[in-house]
Each structure stands twice: as C-alpha cells, then as structure tokens.
C-alpha cells in the first residue's frame, strides 16, 4: 500500500498498528459471524484471528455444518490457486485430523486483514468514500476481475461486505461461493441486489466474468453515492427465476441500475456497459480495467456533487418495494446432510404493497 493510500486509510480512521500486544498470545474467537441476509450461516460459521510460531497473524475460518464445511473447502480448494495483491492471501488447506470438535472438517487460513469492509465506510448506508479511495477501489477490483477471468474462476458473490480496505491495500474475500472452469454453468443463487439477469435464464453457457462485472457495477454505483448502501432482500433469487413477484421484483431493481448508468458523466460513461442485460454484450473485465484506467478523481467527485438529486429523483418516482423475510429459502435440491441446517428456519413473510392493501380493504367493504 502507498503512503497515499495509507493516510486514506488513516484519514478514515483504520488501525495501522495490527492486534495489541497485550493480545497477540490469545486465540481472538468470534462464535457468531452473521451473514447478512443469509440465515443459515448466521452462528455457524466460526472464525478466529491467532498468532502463529514467528509472529504472523492469520485468520482460520471453519463451520460447524456440513453445508458451511463444503463452502469452507470450496474456498480453500479455490484460494490455494490464486496470488493476486488485490486477493486475501490462502496461508493453508484442509486439516481433517484437528483435535478441536469446532474445527473438524477443513479449515481456510488467510492472512489477517486488519481492515474494515466497504460497509463500514459509510453514513446513513451512504458512502463517505472520497474520490481517490473510489478511484482506488476501481482500479484494484477491475483488476481483479481480469485475473479471476484468465484463471476461469468466478467469486459469485462481490458485494461491499466482501470488499475490505486494509493496510495492505484493497482485498476481495469471501470465496466460499466461487465456481471454477470445470462447473461451467450459471449459479443460480446469490445475493439479491448483486444478481445478474442471467441467472432468471434457462441456459447454462456462461460468459466468464458478466456477473462479476454487473455485481462491481453495483458496489461503484454505491461507492459514488448514487445508490444507498444494497442490503437487505427485495426479492428470493431462486424465486426469481419462475413467474412471479420475485422476478418481476428482480427486474425493477435492474431497470434501477440501468436507469442510473445513462446518467453517468462523461468520464465514466464507459461504465455504462456493465450494467448491460444480455451478458453477451456486457463489459468485459479487460475493458472495465481500460474504463477504470481513464477514469480521474475529477469524474468522481462531479459523481459526488450529482449524487443527491439523482437519489432524490429516483425515489421520487420509485414504486415501493416488496420486502422479503431473509430467512426465506428453497432448500429442496440441498443434499440429506444438510437437515440440521436448516431446522428451525423462520416461515416466509412477505409484505404485500399499499396498492394489494388497499384492494383487500375495498373488498372487505363491500362485502
């Protein structure tokens, strides 16, 4: 990381200086790691940050079912192949003969961040990212991106939680969703407000790289503070690829996006493409990374200024969305060891829009 970037970094109040001393012996333990909008994985997912013969502190992440187990292994098995800057580093594989009950099955070691999430760099779930850190931010994920594209893998699942800024520069995470060359297929699941319309398809061809892109599109579009920070569940996306509410839903939300890219300034309306419904003819990595290189902290901070009306129009003439319980799930194709995952689940509650009340109500009337 550059002395420019760390004084970002300090700017925004990060800790440069790693685990205290006074706890550098201990195993720091966090039981509970919630997955946002994903229920299953809230409190079993277990990680740890420790310090290891030498001095080197690393993080382990483990599960304690058999569904969180086969994502750890996924993510290890897909880590283990990467080096990139921009990438948390995999230090080791799976240890299936680990005494500890809690990690029996694989466990990931990466390195310890020390950083905070996209997530965290906001107010009122808007960004207060400035424009070199955006611009920083561009660059390092594009060039990501071009890298998961030659080693034919995709994460799946970039979101700002899965974005960490750190004294070591810019890192994506989370790799327990990620497909490889030899699963050449469309994932049909996700995280809602990152989806990509391909996955409401029937085919399975993929176009390496597409869903990746348009889920980026998202962190920038919030990143340059055109869109509130994209939490929560509008819509189920396996519900989203038959007839119904959950894919209609899924729509609006695209149409948003694509709403909002027209409105790009000129230095980046390059990007535009990324937001692109057929993924054919989306922005490729390689040319999101030349866009990325064109851009100047000039067209942010332009983004920055513009930023306020387009969020006030946009909600001005935008129908209220339908909210879906996250606890909502269709486990129906997972495997028989995976009971015990999702015993005890919520049932789904959705709410019905104004409209659909006030239909209801007239109706009670005239009965």
Not at 131 to 138: F, H, Q, S
Not at 182 to 200: F, N, P
Not at 282 to 297: F, Q, S, Y
Request: hydrophobic content about 35%.
């Amino acid at each position: 990381m550059t002395r420019e970037e760390l004084d970002l970094a300090e700017k925004h109040q990060l800790d440069q200086s790693g685990i205290s001393q006074d706890l550098q012996g201990a195993i720091l333990r966090a039981t509970r790691v919630p997955k946002l909008g994903v229920p299953e994985l809230d409190g079993v997912t277990v990680a740890e940050a420790v310090r290891r013969t030498g001095g080197a502190i690393m993080f382990r992440k483990y599960g304690r079912t058999n569904k969180i187990r086969r994502s750890v292994r996924n993510e290890v098995e897909i880590l283990r192949d990467l080096n990139h800057p921009n990438i948390v580093a995999c230090f080791a594989g799976p240890k299936q003969d680990d005494p500890d009950p809690d990690t029996k099955g694989p466990v990931l070691e990466i390195e310890c961040l020390n950083g905070v999430s996209l997530e965290r760099l906001s107010e009122g779930s808007i960004s207060i990212m400035p424009a070199k850190l955006v611009l920083i931010l561009l660059r390092s994920i594009s060039s990501v991106l071009v890298y998961l594209v030659e080693q034919e893998v995709e994460h799946n699942d970039i979101r700002i939680e899965n974005i960490v800024v750190s004294p070591s520069g810019i890192k994506l995470i989370d790799f327990g969703t990620a497909t490889k060359a030899d699963a050449r297929k469309v994932w049909r699941d996700g995280t809602s407000r990152y989806i990509a319309l391909e996955v409401q398809d029937s085919r399975e061809d993929v176009v390496y790289g597409a869903r990746d892109v348009m889920a980026f599109g998202v962190v920038l579009f919030w990143a340059i503070r055109w869109i509130f920070a994209p939490t929560g569940d509008s819509f189920k996306v396996k519900k989203a690829i038959d007839p119904g509410k959950h894919r209609e839903r899924m729509k609006k939300w695209c149409r948003k996006l694509e709403r909002r890219s027209a409105s790009l300034p000129s230095m980046l309306g390059e990007l535009v493409r990324v937001y692109e419904e057929y993924p054919e003819r989306r922005m490729l990595p390689h040319e999101l990374g030349i866009a990325a290189a064109a851009v100047d902290e000039l067209s942010i901070e332009w983004a920055f200024e513009a930023a306020p009306l387009v969020r006030a129009c946009d909600e001005s003439s935008e129908e209220e969305e339908i909210s879906v319980s996250p606890s909502e799930s269709d486990d129906s194709e997972d495997d028989d060891d995976d009971d015990d995952d999702d015993k005890g689940q919520e049932e789904v509650k959705m709410e019905v829009d104004e409209a659909e009340e006030r239909e209801a109500k007239a109706g009670d009337g005239d009965s």
